[in-house]
């Protein structure tokens, strides 16, 4: 069975369009659905997104319209901590935010990791498939507006801005979510063709 | 109903006995079982023991023996850091260990919170009953070989010893757990009184 009709768990329909702006094959019908799902404690992404999009195939099922979900996590890993916050990240930045981040780091070892995580989940055999896109860079001090989060302070390897300098379509050619879309769209291109 | 036999999630059975006398109950029996229940992300340690427990009693079922199971958890909240990492702590100890979790605090504030909670689910009725006990204190630098995890980096209010020096009895008088221990102990008395 071809995949063509994708929900994306969010609350946010503007994320949706960007997903589907990104992947950009016509073929596909993106839905979304706001769900309130349970993560679970790992500094593990991969698990993470296990344990999410499994419980997202089970709420999904009742609708029955759909072919597959889409989950997204995020995971920021510091050299200086040893890998923390990793995907716990939303708790440091809830109580810290960027700034009490960037705080806990030495200026001499800002060295980081930025992973999106997409696990799809198909809905007829319940087989949940990962994509993983990763971007080195450093973490500085906050610098410009754009995004949201810690993308003040995350300036990716190879360049002189911080994602939150960077406009919407710039950070999109080199973000790790662009990566990761990446991979996902070359998987549902070749199902597609198959 | 009234709850007799109780069974205490955990892989030590070490700890059960440990309860199992702390409690000092001889109308109540006392069983162990090793689950590995998934643990939420959350800052509210009250979340995650419910979550918990809800899912101990799903698995418990089977076995048809119990009248409750007990579960617990630990939250450990740093003044200078906003109150991270709260129930979070086993991940910065698993990547920082309790020296590094030092070294994120500033001297000058190194207030402390530490919380036991332990959550008792009814078998019977999926009611679940938490029973919290909060200790005050501060981080300071391992002192001491008593204990695990962060018990050499925290000393009590009104104490010259972290837990890292106090031996087991010391620590039962005064500790967070020893403090919910009590609610727990006085809530199973007037119910098997009643």
Known sequence: MKIQRIVLITG????????????????????????NLPEIQSLD???????KTREALT????LGV?????????SLCADALNGL????????????????????IDDKENGASV??????????????????????????SPKGSYGFGWDPVFMPDGSELTYGEMGAAEKNKI?????????????L???LGS
């Open 12 to 35: 946010n329909a503007g994320k949706m369009e960007e997903f589907k702006e990104l992947i950009g094959l016509d073929q596909l019908q993106f839905g979304y659905q706001s769900l």
């Open 45 to 51: 992404v991969r698990e993470i997104g296990q344990f």
């Open 59 to 62: 709420k999904i099922e009742e």
């Open 66 to 74: 759909f072919d597959a979900v889409l989950t997204d996590d995020t």
């Open 85 to 104: 916050p990793g995907p716990l990240i939303k708790w440091f930045l809830d109580r810290l935010g960027a700034k009490g981040l960037i705080k806990l």
């Open 115 to 140: 992973t999106c995580l997409l696990s799809l989940g198909i809905t007829k055999n319940r087989e949940i498939i990962q994509f993983e896109g990763t971007v080195r860079g450093k973490l500085v």
């Open 175 to 187: 973000s790790h979510r662009a990566v990761a879309l990446r991979k996902l769209r070359d998987w």
């Open 189 to 191: 291109v070749s199902q």
